[in-house]
């Protein structure tokens, strides 16, 4: 009964946190729209993109204690099958999505019964090693625009019940964007109140019990990666939605670098705090890059004193400063 109530308030707080992000990112969006800032509502959905693709690497290492350097393999798989279905298959905004979605998950299967038979630092090294073959067999591929990418992705429209909106539109397209992601949120935030999803979080606190209890670690392993390819591939997929091309740099190691941050500015572990760290890296980067060319230089720096100083990360930081107890996810 009282794990049931502890359950319960936790998922409680996650929604609320969800919530807030939504209210804020929508007044944000508003703003934007009045004052027609057409360029920062795209970065903003660019953000969101990211901040999905973050939420799986922190469905990785924050809730299953799997460290994954090559997530941008997926993200990347999804952004070149979305290309080719919306350009060459003329395809819709749903289906692709969903093609993109099942077929994300039967790549994490592939790549699943590879990376996860090993742990700790070698699950890290054989993930960031498939993502830099795939890159560098994608760089070279001529059917996939080599290293100039696919480009010539047409605009998707979105049908919305009674009426449809375009990707081109920026507000409407961010408010398309942000309702997915929070879905994708609210769908994960479920799964981990479920006894499939406590039974994930024992891989990271302690994998022994989960065997001592019946179940079989390396399914549940196997489980999660693959939701984790999935979730990535689906963000993956909006990507040329936004942009009109997919190229080579989505499948490298500096997207999948980038989402560890965003993972670690927002809190490990949290779900919800790599949007938010989604969004504080992405703002540091057009701010700081509109003074400087070495933005990147500074951005490391102010990451190096975030892990020092707040190494919670950012939800860790409201809870401790609100003096309350919130659930760790």
């Known amino acids: 009964m009282a794990d049931h109530i502890v359950a319960r308030g936790a998922g ?57 350097l090559g997530q941008a393999l997926f993200f990347g798989f999804g952004a070149y099958l979305s290309s080719l279905l919306l350009r060459d298959a003329g395809m819709g905004f749903w289906t692709v999505l969903a093609i993109a979605l099942a077929g994300g998950a039967l790549a994490g299967l592939v790549g699943g019964l590879i990376a996860i038979r090993s742990r700790g630092v070698y699950f890290a090294l054989i993930t960031f090693g498939m993502a830099q073959i795939v890159a560098k067999v994608v760089y070279n591929s001529a059917p996939l625009g080599a290293s100039d990418g696919f480009i010539g992705v047409p605009v998707p429209r979105v049908p919305l019940g009674f009426f449809e909106v375009s990707a081109d539109q920026p507000f409407a397209f961010f408010m398309v964007v942000l309702a997915l992601v929070l879905a994708v949120y609210v769908l994960l935030a479920y799964l981990l109140d479920t006894p499939f999803g406590r039974n994930m979080q024992a891989l990271r606190d302690n994998p022994q019990r989960l065997s001592f209890l019946g179940f079989d670690p390396f399914r549940y392993k196997l489980a999660v990666f693959i939701i984790a390819a999935a979730v990535s591939s689906f963000a993956g997929a909006l990507y040329p939605m936004l942009r009109g091309f997919a190229s080579p740099e989505l499948i490298y190691f500096q997207t999948s670098g980038n989402a560890v941050i965003t993972v670690v500015l927002g809190g490990v572990g949290t779900l919800i705090g790599a949007l938010y760290g989604s969004v504080i890296l992405f703002g540091l980067k057009s701010v700081l890059g509109s003074y400087t060319e070495h933005h990147l230089i500074i951005v490391g720096v102010l990451f190096i004193l975030a892990v020092v100083f707040f190494p919670a990360g950012l939800m860790g930081a409201l809870r401790k400063k609100g003096g309350k107890r919130y659930g760790k996810h």
């Open 12 to 68: 409680e707080r996650r929604m609320n946190w969800a919530l807030v992000f939504g209210l804020l990112a929508t007044a944000c969006a508003v703003g934007g729209w009045l004052s027609g800032e057409s360029f920062y509502l795209r970065l903003a959905t660019e953000a969101l993109i990211f901040g999905c693709l973050a939420m799986a690497v922190d469905l990785l290492l924050g809730i299953a204690g799997l460290l994954s």
